[in-house]
């Protein structure tokens, strides 16, 4: 007998059969591919998650934006001025919600009619006996608009409105004083006739919100400007205006002619969707929320 031992491997000693590898590797195969799946299921849930998100933020910071200026809108106007407006996404194609304040308390009076074309704005005149129109009761008021318009770098945004016939327009103040002792403003050419005494001129400004649907995009126009809209936000597909009045009465669109005034709105509600793709699926949000123009309270002397 060798005194060795035996040299055959016990069964403790041996290795893995060709079976057990074979099993092993397929556990091991399968507990992998359920790893991963769980972990690309938690990936996709959490980019899922970052989407919504962005696209509350979105909706989020558009109704903020337009809510600031909704507090703001009818700031030193009276109601006979159309501080609100809505148009209505089934007359042109998109809503558009109009949003207007007065940048000073002080307003002019045309006190010579002005016809289209007229660059030359005379808010003072001997001839016409309206309080409004005497020189030392305008000085102080042209005072005001030419600093703010010296201030605002020598052009100052106005609004002219002809408050008979309830239309109006942007013009830029670019200079102006006395000529022949009445007061004048200088601008751009008027593109209407203008009466006198039935017309006003403001330091109006002005923010229409519209939605681009094309490029699913929430633009600002600032002072009438439709040629440079600012993006408020992206990736939002719907945008909707409506406004609770008095009465209990409900409208989606309100424009100058309206038999109803600005300072009959009770709430102005805004509901905005947003949508974005991810991995082949629209993931989309939407919200809703009514604001108080808090100007419809203010005095209306």
């Known amino acids: 007998m060798s005194t060795f031992g035996s040299i055959n491997p016990t069964k403790y000693e041996r290795g893995f059969s060709l079976m057990e590898v074979l099993i092993s590797s397929?556990?091991?195969?399968?507990?992998?591919?359920?790893?991963?799946?769980?972990?690309?299921?938690?990936?996709?849930?959490?980019?899922?998650?970052?989407?919504?998100?962005?696209i509350n933020s979105n909706l989020r910071s558009s109704t903020d934006?337009?809510?600031?200026?909704?507090?703001?809108?009818?700031?030193?106007?009276?109601?006979?001025?159309?501080?609100?407006?809505?148009t209505d996404e089934a007359i042109d194609g998109a809503t558009t919600l109009t949003l207007r304040?007065?940048?000073?308390?002080?307003?002019?009076?045309?006190?010579?009619?002005?016809?289209?074309?007229?660059?030359?704005?005379?808010?003072?005149?001997?001839?016409?006996?309206?309080?409004?129109?005497?020189?030392?009761?305008?000085?102080?008021?042209?005072?005001?608009?030419?600093?703010?318009r010296v201030d605002n770098g020598n052009s100052?945004?106005?609004?002219?409105y002809d408050r008979s016939a309830q239309v109006g327009e942007f013009l830029n103040f670019t200079t102006g004083g006395q000529s022949g002792g009445e007061y004048y403003?200088?601008?751009n050419s008027i593109s209407r006739d203008y009466p006198a005494l039935q017309t006003s001129i403001y330091a109006i400004e002005e923010y229409s919100f519209e939605l681009d649907s094309e490029n699913e995009t929430l633009q600002l126009f600032i002072d009438g400007?439709?040629?440079?809209?600012?993006?408020?936000?992206?990736?939002?597909?719907d945008f909707s205006v409506e406004l609770t009045m008095d009465d209990g009465n409900?409208?989606?669109?309100?424009?100058?002619?309206?038999?109803?005034?600005?300072?009959?709105?009770?709430?102005?509600?805004?509901?905005?969707?947003?949508?974005?793709?991810?991995?082949?699926?629209?993931?989309s949000n939407s919200m809703t929320a009514e604001y108080f123009p808090r100007n419809v309270l203010s005095y209306d002397g």
């Open 26 to 54: 397929g556990i091991s195969s399968v507990v992998m591919a359920m790893i991963i799946s769980s972990v690309m299921v938690v990936r996709d849930g959490f980019y899922t998650d970052v989407v919504r998100t962005r």
């Open 185 to 187: 403003l200088f601008t």
């Open 250 to 283: 409900t409208l989606t669109s309100f424009s100058e002619t309206d038999e109803k005034n600005w300072k009959e709105i009770r709430n102005i509600k805004i509901s905005l969707a947003g949508n974005e793709a991810y991995k082949g699926e629209t993931i």
């Open 101 to 148: 304040r007065n940048l000073v308390p002080e307003i002019l009076t045309l006190c010579t009619a002005a016809s289209s074309g007229t660059q030359s704005l005379y808010v003072s005149s001997s001839s016409n006996s309206n309080s409004a129109c005497i020189a030392s009761n305008v000085e102080p008021l042209y005072d005001v608009f030419d600093e703010l």
């Open 65 to 86: 934006i337009i809510a600031m200026n909704i507090r703001q809108a009818g700031e030193n106007l009276q109601r006979t001025f159309p501080a609100i407006l809505v």
């Open 156 to 160: 100052l945004r106005i609004f002219i």
């Open 225 to 237: 400007d439709i040629t440079s809209p600012q993006a408020v936000a992206f990736s939002i597909s």
